[in-house]
């Protein structure tokens, strides 16, 4: 059977181990849970495997996880006991790990394998969500700490390759990510503004006019109000790369999360299986 291109993904992936929190935040995630099981939908068939770009992990270089069997990474804190004995099982990708990291050695990146690290809440929150059956073999890529732009969408670029292969990119982030706004109910003008140049600039905008964009994000309409700290936004710019020339779609999208905050969620490139509607 021929197997067909993934597309990639920028998921907004909440705050917290939010699915563990339903009795305590009530309907706040409904809207973002129900789109992370449109996005399994639409990818059809389970992917063979998923690589995961998370903003909660971060190095000198580029880092891959390489266990078996990963551990847990509990990331936060405050949260309720419960939470700290949460298990994603999924499997690891060894292979899998080592090939990216060939890819990126090709491309001139520095990287190496971590046997050691585990699954931290931006991305077991994600899989649980679309994957509880904990089947599909997962590996971390981390963020390179200096959060260049042009460097993460060309290792975009260079891992491209692997969505022919049935491996579904995810960058795992947040479209507004300034918590302390978030907590006082400041950050309302600021995510809708940010969010409407977001959407222009990965929708609206033609792919070498979106990267061109992406690369001088920071002179955007309230971007370093939107994120004071870009690690939340980084990821979107390997998603980006893998997509090369294919079309963003926006996939998630809420004007009131915790209120009145704006954020979103983006598909680049076509679903393997169409959503009604589109």
């Given at each position: ?196 140049w977001l959407n222009d600039t990965l929708v ?75």
């Amino acid at each position: 059977m021929t197997q067909l291109r993934i597309p990639t993904y920028f998921l907004s992936h909440g705050g917290g181990p939010w699915p563990w929190l339903k009795a305590e935040r009530g309907a706040m995630y409904d809207q973002l849970e129900a789109s992370l099981h449109d996005v399994r939908r639409e990818l059809g068939h389970a992917p063979r495997a998923v690589l995961m770009i998370s903003a909660h992990w971060e190095s000198d270089r580029f880092l891959l996880s390489s266990a078996a069997r990963p551990p847990m990474e509990y990331d936060y804190g405050g949260f309720p006991e419960h939470t700290y004995r949460i298990h994603y099982d999924a499997p690891g990708a060894p292979a899998l790990a080592e090939s990216v990291r060939e890819m990126l050695k090709r491309g001139g990146f520095a990287s190496d394998l971590d046997a050691e690290r585990g699954f931290d809440h931006g991305t077991f929150t994600v899989m649980h969500t679309m994957y509880p059956e904990a089947d599909i073999p997962l590996v971390q890529l981390s963020l390179r700490a200096d959060y260049d732009v042009a460097d993460h969408i060309k290792v975009g670029e260079l891992i491209a390759p692997l969505r022919d292969e049935g491996v579904l990119i995810i960058g795992s982030g947040f479209s507004y990510h300034d918590t302390r706004a978030m907590r006082s109910g400041a950050g309302a003008e600021v995510s809708a503004t940010f969010d409407r140049w977001l959407n222009d600039t990965l929708v609206v905008a033609p792919p070498a006019e979106r990267r061109r964009h992406l690369v001088n994000w920071s002179a955007a309409p309230g971007a370093r109000a939107a994120h004071p700290r870009e690690d939340h936004l980084i990821p979107l710019m390997v998603a980006v790369g893998a997509a090369g020339n294919e079309a963003g779609a926006r996939v998630y999208h809420q004007s009131d999360f915790m209120g009145e905050i704006t954020v979103s969620s983006y598909r680049f490139g076509a679903p393997v299986v169409e959503r009604s509607g589109e």
